[in-house]
């Protein structure tokens, strides 16, 4: 393997650092690299060309006070192959509350869990205000660049998909929304168009866009909600976007007093908006359903007169922690997929008689469902998603899920290692769903190494295909995404 040291940063976190999302799998790097001649065992398909793009969080500064791994800064890690070839990047995104934390020597903002008032400045980004845009959650790739986004609303960092400098935020042609945008943005691969949505506390509460294949903001409308939300995902159709209003959100009480305290009401229902593409905020159709909250949708699509959605469901969206569980504990058991009992359900909302049906299609512990992106608000068989680690977040095996017969394969990695969010990357020419590969980057503790493991999409069960050495262990995080060549 060659390697390139491409910068050095400080940190203040302590060597020793035993915090549960800042070491272990979820250890930082503060070096950056780019890496080629990789090792290889096995070998690297010659018909798998794009890039494999990962987004983590991964700090460089202690929190003022108390650390949720959601408010890591963005690191972004892509593999790039070519002929047969791989070349590996890690780079922090250069947000710019990263560089003012710089600049500081230490953390300014407040994050998810800690109050707004105890950041040291009173600008900042995010639905809940006064926190810093790490833009660490999600990352996609439009009209050839790589936008990272934050869960919590901001902007969208543009970064070149290889080298991954970051060139600056992402304007929409000027059009870009004051409100800033939910991570999860939705390209449309059959069209080239992006839609987005956001949330706040000031009403109307949620917003939706349309940016053009051109890159200009062509649409954009209110989704009056009835309260603030915490809506994660956003899905489209052909025809459609959907959003959603699950009744986990901050608690209004507690918001009077400047306190923002998820708190889920079970007897609230879930409500989904299903607006037109270009739609009007008066052409929203509601449907409601079973209380529960989601994290990830999987796809959605047109079939009569329904319009079906497949998502995770979670059965506990807020699970009581035990009786002496400490502020930490509480908080960490809410990333327990276990514990939420996320499982995949398919609801049906009925255009012509509004009614909604919704129906579990696999009760095994899943989320971060993945698809060929080529599907997306189509028709689809197979779906790729994360089976979580028990007792805390990360991800130790991939479940193939074929969601028309119900079949699942599932691959448990060995213990110790611990994957990323799994692509799938179609084959050069393929016709079929599954021709192609999956690719995740996996963190082996044993080991105390990492490597992208390729895999047989239309048969995973069968062992690796390959396995490229990186060069340093990376840290856990959330989202990742798989750009053919032909979108670079
Ligand atoms: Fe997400």
């Known amino acids: 393997m060659k390697t390139e040291v491409l910068a050095e ?18 250890r930082p790097q503060h070096t950056e690299r780019r890496a080629w001649d990789l090792e290889v065992q096995g070998e690297i398909p010659r018909d798998l060309n794009g890039v494999y793009l990962r987004n983590t969080e991964n700090p460089l500064h202690l929190p003022i006070s108390t650390y949720h791994p959601f408010d890591g800064d963005g690191m972004l890690h892509s593999m790039h192959f070519a002929d047969g070839d791989a070349t ?19 953390a300014l903002w407040a994050g998810f869990v800690e109050s707004p008032a105890d950041a040291l400045r009173e600008d900042g980004w995010g639905a809940r205000t006064r926190m810093k845009d790490a833009s660490s959650t999600d990352v996609t790739v439009f009209r050839g660049s790589a936008l ?10 543009r970064l070149d998909p290889l080298s991954l400098e970051t060139l600056g935020t992402e304007t929409f042609a000027g059009g870009f929304p004051a409100e800033g945008v ?6 449309d691969e059959n069209t080239g168009e992006m839609l987005f949505f956001n949330y706040s506390t000031e009403a109307p509460f949620m917003h939706y866009g349309v940016v053009s294949p051109a890159g200009e903001l062509e649409h954009y409308i209110d989704v009056p909600l009835p309260g603030p939300r915490l809506t994660h995902d956003m899905a489209f159709t052909e025809n459609f976007a959907i959003l959603s209003d699950c009744p986990l959100f901050w608690d209004p009480s507690a918001m009077e007093a400047g306190l923002y305290l998820p708190r889920y009401f079970p007897d609230l229902p879930t409500r989904f908006a299903v607006i037109p593409r270009r739609g009007q905020t008066s052409d ?6 079973d209380p529960t909250y989601v994290l990830h949708w ?25 009786k002496d569980a400490s502020f930490e504990q509480v908080i960490y ?5 276990h514990s939420l009992q996320a499982e995949v359900r398919r609801w049906r909302f009925n255009l012509t008689t509004g009614a909604t049906t919704e129906e579990t299609l696999s009760d095994r512990v899943m989320e971060f469902g993945m698809i060929n992106s080529g599907h997306a608000g189509r028709p689809y068989r197979y779906s790729y998603n994360a089976l979580p680690t028990q007792g805390w977040f990360g991800f130790n095996g991939i479940v193939k899920q074929d969601v028309v017969t119900g079949a699942e394969t599932a691959v448990a990695l060995e213990e110790g290692q611990f994957a990323s969010e ?7 020419g393929a016709t079929a769903e599954d021709d192609g590969y999956l690719l995740t980057f996996v963190s082996d503790m044993n080991a105390d190494s990492s490597f992208c493991l390729i895999l047989d999409a239309a048969d995973p069960a069968a062992g690796p295909i390959a396995r490229v050495a990186m060069p340093e262990r990376i840290s856990s995080g959330t989202h990742a995404h798989w750009a053919p060549e032909s979108v670079l």
């Open 284 to 289: 929203i159709r509601w449907f409601e359903a």
């Open 148 to 157: 990272t986004s934050f869960w919590q609303c901001g902007d969208l960092y």
């Open 182 to 187: 939910s991570a999860h943005t939705k390209v």
């Open 9 to 26: 940063f400080e940190s203040n976190l302590p060597e020793d650092d035993a915090h549960p999302y800042r070491s272990g799998p979820w």
């Open 298 to 322: 999987i796809n959605a699509y047109e079939e009569g007169d329904e319009i079906v959605l497949d998502g995770f469901f979670q059965r506990d969206p807020m699970p009581r922690p035990p």
């Open 422 to 428: 799994t692509v799938m990357a179609p084959r050069d």
């Open 88 to 106: 590996y990047v890690n780079r922090f995104i250069r947000t710019a509350g990263l560089q003012a934390e710089i600049e500081n020597g230490g």
């Open 333 to 337: 058991s809410h990333l327990d997929l």
